[in-house]
């Protein structure tokens, strides 16, 4: 391999290496689905609901039991309140739904979007393998789909790690947007009940119809969206006259209109706050990676994880 093309490892890239070694950084990171509180729009503290839960008998209502789990039919057949019993199930799957769309690979500083995310990707990967999940997978750029069937052990992280390296994605030919629609129109058809499942994107293709798919199956798994944005897409750069490409045209731009600067960065702001406001009223969670964050403590702050030796999930706060 060509010195220039090493160097652009883990820039317009992703180094498989680097993602193997992520690794020894999983235990600060640790998915524990009973301590799990996950910061929403950066606002509060949410607990996710846990590992999926399987019905296992019927019994007789006690004082305490929550009224949300009688069992109505046991009770007018028998005339006692009943409430159900529940097993936690001894697994949960966590999915990865990966965005290595065109608008991924881009960056102005740090590394382009979708190496970020494909980091954050592997480091998610791992701490499931810590906790003995069985993990899942969904890739998709142009018309390639690449779907992951949930697995334990740590051959299911290294097969993520080689399919994203080896993506055609990262290609310069690659130029197709994929539908975010049919990603996530598959994503639900995938999903079990009782889930983990993170999106890793930054939704620039997220429309009406995507999101209707996307709270269906928010209603019966824990969802967490994770937007990967530039800093350049925030706030225009400093005044001046800029060129800027898609790889095949060549514009150039004036930021000097202080007005044109306030419209942009509030189109940011408020798509930030449409993300928001749609994870709060479906009881998803939402949080943001900039390309110059250090990608394992952008995760602990999302997920309101302390950076400690032993990591612990924090309680909300009252």
Avoid at 112 to 117: E, G, H, L, N
Wanted: glycine share 6%.
């Amino acid at each position: 391999m060509s010195s220039k093309a090493t160097q652009a490892d883990d820039i317009i890239r992703p180094n498989p290496q680097t993602l193997i070694r992520l690794r020894y950084q999983a235990d600060r990171l640790l998915l524990q689905n009973s301590r799990i509180h996950a910061r929403q729009g950066g606002a509060y503290l949410s607990s996710f609901k846990g590992r999926g839960m399987e019905y296992e008998e019927s019994r007789l209502y006690l004082p305490g039991d929550d009224i949300r789990s009688m069992d109505w039919r046991v009770t007018a057949r028998t005339g006692d309140p009943h409430t159900k019993v529940f097993r936690e199930e001894r697994e949960r799957p966590v999915l990865l739904w990966l965005d290595l769309n065109p608008s991924m690979m881009f960056a102005t500083r740090g590394a382009y979007k979708a190496v970020i995310a494909s980091q954050a990707a592997a480091l998610l990967a791992w701490s499931t393998n810590a906790h003995n999940d069985r993990l899942g997978a969904l890739l998709f750029a142009g018309e390639r789909h690449t779907e992951l069937k949930p697995r334990r052990g740590k051959s299911a992280v290294l097969e993520l790690i080689g399919r994203i390296c080896d993506h055609p994605a990262w290609s310069s030919n690659a130029r197709q947007t994929a539908s975010t629609l049919a990603a996530m129109t598959r994503l639900r058809k995938v999903s079990h009940p009782g889930s983990l499942i993170f999106l890793l994107s930054d939704f620039h293709e997220l429309d009406a119809h995507g999101i209707t798919q996307l709270t269906s199956i928010a209603r019966h798994n824990d969802v967490v969206l994770i937007q990967i944005y530039d800093p350049v897409e925030a706030e225009l750069p400093p005044p001046g006259v800029y060129k800027v490409s898609d790889g095949k045209r060549l514009l150039r731009f004036s930021s000097a209109n202080e007005q044109l600067r306030r419209d942009y960065h509030h189109r940011f702001l408020q798509r930030q706050l449409d993300l928001t406001k749609l994870c709060r009223q479906h009881r998803m969670y939402f949080f943001s990676i900039a390309t110059t964050y250090d990608v394992l403590t952008a995760l602990q702050q999302g997920l309101g994880i302390r950076a400690t030796q032993k990591t612990q999930f924090r309680a909300a706060p009252r």
